[in-house]
């Protein structure tokens, strides 16, 4: 199925991840205008001209077909490597974010875990993309992981973009993007008391430590601390938080619980004055 040209509102990047195939990958998803999702993937985000690296809350217009090599029904892929992007125009946090919620909250909001999960293994409705509005955020868990990528992979890359005919003569520029050293999960509750752990994959998330390391000096668990503070006592605690949530491929159908969050929407809480 080919979208030709569509307007899409950027409110997903994931955090890049190295594939053996097409080098450091983004994974990117927003809503089209009738505020149902759409994934694109893969885009080689960071070599794509500057005019092209699109921001959160960008609508942008780009050529899509449906990406094949994935079941998910939100899933389109740009018509060609080089497909070119066109920024038309941000949407910004005036009003506490009013233009940003007519399209994110257009839609259904999820509160139940459970029912959200039995969507995405019905092969008739196969939900990959939701908000989710949680009753509770419980904690914020920072966990170690590996702080190098696959060699394999890695390698893999290297040669492919120096037996690629076709590559710029400064392609060898490109620099892959570091590897997190931490896993940053919520541990949540939902509207029927279910508790959840669920990892944040989140571009900013990890923007936000490697900021935070190098105003303090790379002290890590100062680091650490101050995504803490972000996400938990300022995010959980003060906003209305709504939180993105995506299905990994691989775990679609198989995972007891195959969601990520794939990002945050966490404007002010807005109280309701009485009229008398």
């Not at 490597?81 to 910004?92: A, M, N, P, R, S």
Request: glycine share 2%; with cysteine.
């Amino acid at each position: 199925m080919n979208m030709a040209k569509t307007k899409v509102l950027i409110t997903v990047k994931t955090y890049p991840v190295i594939s053996s195939k097409y080098d450091e990958l983004v994974c990117t998803a927003g809503f089209l205008e009738d505020g149902s999702w759409i994934r694109i993937y893969p885009i080689q985000f960071r070599k794509k001209s500057f005019e092209e690296q699109y921001k959160k809350y960008d609508w942008i217009e780009l050529d899509l077909v449906k990406n094949k090599s994935d079941f998910r029904k939100e899933s389109y892929r740009p018509i060609s490597y080089d497909t070119e992007i066109k920024i038309l125009e941000h949407l910004d946090t005036k009003s506490n974010w009013l233009l940003r919620k007519e399209i994110v909250f257009k839609k259904k909001i999820h509160t139940d875990i459970n029912g959200l999960i039995s969507e995405a293994k019905n092969r008739e409705i196969m939900t990959s993309l939701a908000v989710f509005k949680p009753a509770e955020i419980l904690n914020f868990t920072i966990e170690k992981v590996d702080r190098v990528w696959d060699k394999k992979k890695l390698e893999k890359s290297k040669q492919d973009r120096s037996s690629n005919l076709f590559a710029q003569e400064d392609e060898d520029l490109f620099e892959v993007v570091k590897k997190l050293p931490y896993k940053f999960s919520y541990i949540l509750r939902d509207y029927n008391g279910k508790e959840s752990k669920m990892m944040i994959e989140d571009w900013e998330i990890g923007q936000l430590f490697w900021n935070c390391l190098a105003r303090h000096e790379s002290n890590e668990s100062l680091a650490d601390k101050d995504v803490k503070k972000k996400y938990f006592d300022d995010f959980a605690k003060t906003k209305d938080l709504h939180l993105f949530l995506g299905t990994s491929q691989l775990h679609h159908f198989t995972g007891k619980n195959p969601f990520m969050i794939i990002g945050t929407f966490h404007p002010k809480i807005e109280t309701q004055t009485s009229l008398f």
